[in-house]
């Protein structure tokens, strides 16, 4: 058995990602991660949203105000449709 090493919704490799800003370095997680969904395991202690997945930082920051209030599921998949665009773009 090899192991393998996750990709972001089984397309994206998370390596080669590095934060080039030094004062961003601690804040910014960049821990592999198969879907943006953790189940709110990071809000045990204080700070602990710094060790969460950017990426799941990004779809919680969806789920604000309005029709989207608590949508995780949804905010996933329109992550998702939006990293493939940005793929497809770049």
């Known amino acids: 058995m090899s192991s393998k090493t996750p990709k972001l919704f089984n397309k994206w490799s998370f390596e080669g990602l590095e934060t080039s800003e030094l004062a961003l370095r601690d804040h ?22 710094a060790r969460m ?10 789920m604000f105000k309005g029709r989207g ?10 992550l998702k449709h939006t990293l493939e665009i940005i793929h497809l773009l770049t």
């Open 28 to 49: 910014i997680s960049t821990t592999a991660a198969y879907v943006p969904h953790t189940s709110g395991r990071w809000q045990k202690r204080r700070f602990y949203k």
């Open 69 to 78: 209030n608590g949508r995780k599921l949804q905010a996933a998949r329109l």
């Open 53 to 62: 997945p950017i990426v799941e930082r990004l779809a919680n920051g969806l």
